[in-house]
Nanobody, 124 residues
Framework: QVQLVESGGGLVQAGGSLRLSCAAS????????MGWFRQAPGKEREFVAA????????YYADSVKGRFTISRDNAKNTVYLQMNSLKPGDTAVYYC?????????????????WGQGTQVTVSS
């Protein structure tokens, strides 16, 4: 059983930056593909970014490509999401997730474990 805990959310002005972290415990972190998803009020959860087990094959949603960067530190059992040039449309609860499938995937149903989420609010 893998436990995931996100941190780093908050309130930021448009154009600003935030760095989210997701700390994993209870499993072999390097065995999991890691992803970030988000859910805005009244909307369905959507894929944001994912990264392979060794840190390769980062994949991004078109809406965040060029602004967000996913990375991981397997020695620290942590995955990060660096978010730059934030827009009000990025406001959502952000979740990290772990997937035993060996390649990054955009489908939330593929992921086996989820964190509790961290709120990101971008003001205009």
């Amino acid at each position: 059983q893998v436990q995931l805990v996100e941190s780093g959310g908050g309130l930021v002005q448009a154009g600003g930056s935030l760095r989210l972290s997701c700390a994993a415990s209870g499993g072999t972190f390097s065995s999991y593909t890691m992803g970030w998803f988000r859910q805005a009020p009244g909307k369905e959860r959507e894929f944001v970014a994912a990264i392979g087990r060794s840190g390769g094959n980062p994949y991004y949603a078109d809406s965040v490509k060029g602004r967000f960067t996913i990375s991981r530190d397997n020695a620290k059992n942590t995955v990060y999401l660096q978010m730059n040039s934030l827009k009000p449309g990025d406001t959502a609860v952000y979740y990290c997730a772990a997937d035993r499938f060996p390649y990054p995937t955009v489908s939330g149903s593929s992921y086996d474990y989820w964190g509790q989420g961290t709120q990101v609010t971008v003001s205009s």
